[in-house]
């Protein structure tokens, strides 16, 4: 009895775990996507207004939009693995 106890407890620690690591990646992403986007959207402004540099200007501003679809690619595998935990 007492070693089916400890595996569901270990079970319950684990996802708790798991969980609480999912809400702190999606409170970073909240302010870092933003960041990166104001950062490198300047960065790019900045080269295709004042230095004529499109290709530059285009560098800058894949980094955030990569950065924005990355989010919703990790959300998308983070749903779908906790659906296949269920």
């Known amino acids: 009895m007492r070693m089916s106890e400890a595996s569901s407890t270990d079970e319950s620690a684990r996802r708790d775990r798991i ?3 999912q809400i702190s990646q999606a409170k970073r992403t909240l302010w870092i996507t933003p960041t990166l986007l104001l950062i ?4 790019s402004l900045f080269s295709f207004a004042v230095l004529n540099n499109t290709a530059a200007g285009i560098t800058f501003l894949t ?8 989010t919703f690619v990790s959300a998308y ?10």
């Open 19 to 21: 969980t609480d690591a």
């Open 63 to 70: 980094i955030p939009v990569l950065r924005f679809l990355g």
């Open 77 to 86: 595998a983070i749903r779908r693995q906790s659906k296949a935990d269920e």
């Open 40 to 43: 490198f959207g300047s960065a």
